[in-house]
């Protein structure tokens, strides 16, 4: 599977495929560590500041899918590097909420907010609270 990626304004966007499930998760998450790996690193001349994950073609998450963004969150917070998401609709929204991560990612409508507005300090590194709400 290739994820398509671009880098704006200093943030990597990742283009999730609409559904991640136990089919293709894992192959996902080692593509993402791949690809992070390489521009997390502080020789890499593409370095980012922050990754943006544009799920916004999905109409719902799977919990693989959550694992698999809670893997890069982990893995960003690491490096210092915050995590965007992109959710447009309510279901994945609700889902994110449920998990607690929406307690630390920002959540956007669409790339370009996330590009523009920044999230708090901590955006993207801290501990998810199950039942935290937004």
Not at 35 to 59: H, I, N
Not at 62 to 73: P, S, Y
């Amino acid at each position: 599977m290739t994820l398509r990626t671009s880098i704006r304004q200093g943030c990597l966007i990742v283009e999730m495929p609409p559904e991640v499930d136990i089919g293709n998760a894992e192959l996902l998450r080692r593509d993402l560590r791949s690809l992070c790996g390489t521009l997390f690193s502080p020789s890499s001349p593409d370095g980012v500041a922050a990754v943006v994950v544009d799920w916004a073609a999905a109409p719902f998450l799977t919990m693989a899918g959550v694992a698999v963004l809670e893997d890069l969150r982990q893995q960003a917070g690491e490096q210092g590097i915050a995590v965007r998401v992109v959710v447009s609709r309510r279901w994945p929204r609700a889902v994110l909420r449920i998990v607690g991560l929406t307690g630390v990612l920002a959540v956007h409508d669409s790339v370009e907010q996330a590009l523009t507005v920044g999230g708090p300090s901590s955006e993207g590194r801290g501990r998810p609270e199950l039942g935290k709400s937004s």
